[in-house]
């Protein structure tokens, strides 16, 4: 995001001067002017800044200026300055919108808070509103694997690529990392997206019954068959078939699954006749199946017939500037389910979230946010306690901040003060008072 400005609106020349060179001082890029028109022309729904003005001024006076500046954008903050007695004006002021007021005499310092905690709230709202935009405008692949990271563009562009040809995949990633959502898109985004999606998780069906699950069976097979089933694998044809937690799959099962991919037949359990089968085979796993194969759990000659196209889904905490789409994403898909309003997502609680670990992956962080709305999740904001003050609650936020910036650099020094804007020195202190050690934001 580009450099913050704050707009400022005075008829005094002195004053205005002298808030100008203090605001800039503090760090600010100021544009100040007595005419209130020269400064509005420089507002709209994606300028990031806040407009600072006097409210008794010759001419517009301060409350039509703020209502000007609503009639652009109504989240844009507004603070105004009033006069010695004007209490009851500022309190008006409030309940008309206004982000604070500043009551004469005041310090330059007392106004660069005012305005830093305002920018941080325009921030908020401008990223807020991107991530909106963006969700909105996304279509197809990038509406079911969310993500900005190059990693995620690259999973859309072997998926999108994947999608069209009738090759048999096997899918790498941890738990919770969304090895479904892959299998179905390359499903939905293929030819035989209107053919059935058989999904057959491996490691959740009884030994003793996922041979007839797969294959079917004639009547009188085995004890207790006393019709003719049809089986998950000929259920599927013209479709693919999803075989989720491969590597839990039975040893001798695996050789009849071997056999089935290189001829594309089947037998049912009972019969001799040969049915031809036309289906896509995606396999998921989290294991190591070629060390898997090494130790005797897993079949090789399968391995290698499963491993001729792969796809790996990057972990969570490798793409954590992917939260922020992500989650919001999850919020309103858990806004859908619950039909509940989604609460703000402030700064403080986006930082905290990619400040963790997420060994659950993306599935822990749908956890997360359908908590978050149905209002079970606590913001860090409050989280040094009901009764903390405002320093403790400061320093809590700042030392998620400084968390969360030395994770996303696998606990690299130099980028982590660099992006806080913070010297080496400074950023060492303030590790040192929050009991942060670098060795712990690395990824193992």
């Keep these: 995001m580009d450099q913050a400005t704050v707009l400022l609106i005075d008829d005094e020349d002195d004053l205005r001067t002298s808030l ?30 806040v407009l600072v003005s006097d ?23 507004v603070v105004l300055i009033t006069g010695h007695g004007d209490v009851p004006l500022a309190v008006e002021a409030m309940r008309a919108g206004a982000y604070d007021f500043m009551e004469k005499p005041f310090t330059v310092s007392h106004l660069a808070s005012v305005v830093e905690r305002a920018l941080d709230k325009r921030r908020l ?11 909105a405008d996304r279509t197809g692949l990038e509406s079911r694997l969310v993500g900005r990271t190059p990693a995620m563009d690259l999973l859309r562009r072997n998926v999108s690529a994947l999608a069209a040809t009738d090759a048999d995949v096997l899918i790498l990633g941890e738990t919770g990392s969304g090895k479904e959502v892959v299998a179905r898109a390359l499903h939905d985004e293929g030819p035989r997206k209107e053919k059935p999606f058989v999904a057959l998780n491996c490691g959740a069906l ?10 079917g069976h004639e009547k009188g097979a ?24 491969i590597e839990s799959m039975p040893l001798d099962l695996q050789v009849k699954l071997l056999r089935v991919i290189e001829t594309r037949t089947i037998e049912r359990l009972g019969s001799n006749k040969a049915i031809e089968l036309d289906v896509r085979f995606v396999a998921a796993t989290k294991d190591d199946l070629e060390a898997a194969g090494r130790e005797g759990r897993f079949r090789l000659d399968l391995f290698y017939r499963l491993n001729v196209v792969n796809i790996e889904i990057p972990p969570l905490r490798d793409r954590l500037e992917d939260i922020p789409l992500l989650f919001r994403h999850l919020a309103i898909e858990a806004r859908a389910r619950y039909r509940r309003e989604i609460p703000d997502i402030t700064d403080s609680y986006m930082t905290s979230l990619m400040a963790r670990d997420w060994p659950g992956n993306v599935r822990e962080l749908r956890n997360v946010s359908d908590r978050f709305v149905l209002g079970l999740e ?6 040094a306690g009901p009764g ?55 990824s193992v």
Excluded: C, W
């Excluded at 060179?21 to 729904?45: K, T, W, Y």
């Excluded at 809590?396 to 003060?417: D, F, H, V």
């Excluded at 913070?422 to 050690?437: D, F, Q, T, V």
């Design 20 to 49: 100008t060179q203090g605001l800039e001082l503090s760090g600010q890029d100021v544009f100040a002017s007595s005419q209130p028109e020269n400064v509005l022309e420089r507002i709209n729904r994606d300028f990031y800044g």
């Design 55 to 77: 409210i008794r001024m010759p001419g517009t006076d301060g409350f039509t200026v703020m209502k000007q500046a609503f009639e652009i954008d109504p989240a844009l903050p």
């Design 125 to 135: 709202v401008l990223e807020n509103r991107k991530l909106r935009e963006e969700l």
């Design 206 to 215: 009884p030994a003793e019954i996922i041979e007839s699950e797969l294959f």
């Design 222 to 245: 085995f004890t207790g068959a006393s019709g003719q089933r049809i089986g998950k694998l000929e259920h599927a044809h013209g479709g693919t078939v999803f075989l989720d937690e």
């Design 378 to 383: 606590q913001d860090p904001e409050q989280q």
């Design 388 to 442: 903390a003050t405002l320093f403790e609650q400061v320093a809590s936020y700042e030392k998620t901040l400084i968390a969360a910036e030395l994770k996303r650099n696998n606990g690299a020094i130099k980028p982590t003060y660099e992006t806080l804007g913070l010297s080496r020195k400074a950023l060492y202190e303030k590790m040192r008072k929050y009991g942060l050690e670098k060795e712990d934001m690395m």
